[in-house]
């Protein structure tokens, strides 16, 4: 079945709605990306306006960023620690945005969209 991310066809009450407009094709949505750590995999999908979204279905690295003193390493991804999106996630190792997952040089947070983005950054957390 298609994700669908346009008005409800029901009212509060549970009556069904009348509509004032079609459905249309900027209302559907697609399946998460569930960026998963193992070896590199992109794909790229088309968006709105024909854009180019590039999607991390599988990561391996990130960009971690020390605050003590600006530097910027590409490390490796170990494991999920934690993820506030769904705690399911962790058992899954999935990476969103929020998650705080273990790396070589310690934990880091991430901070970038890989599903929208396509790119796995983070800082490093204490």
Do not use: Y
């Amino acid at each position: 079945m298609a994700i669908w991310q346009g008005s409800s066809l029901r009212k509060p009450s549970g009556a069904r709605a009348r509509r004032n407009k079609n459905k249309r094709n900027a209302e559907f949505g697609r399946t998460p990306a569930e960026t998963r750590i193992g070896e590199p995999v992109k794909k790229e999908i088309v968006a709105r306006g024909n854009c180019t979204k590039t999607r991390a279905t599988v990561a391996n690295k990130i960009n971690v960023v020390d605050p003590k003193d600006n530097s910027c390493k590409q490390v490796e991804i170990l494991t999920v620690l934690e993820n506030s999106a769904n705690s399911h996630f962790v058992r899954r190792n999935i990476i969103t945005k929020g998650a705080i997952v273990e790396t070589e040089i310690g934990n880091a947070r991430i901070t970038s969209r890989p599903g929208q983005k396509g790119i796995v950054n983070g800082v490093l957390v204490e």
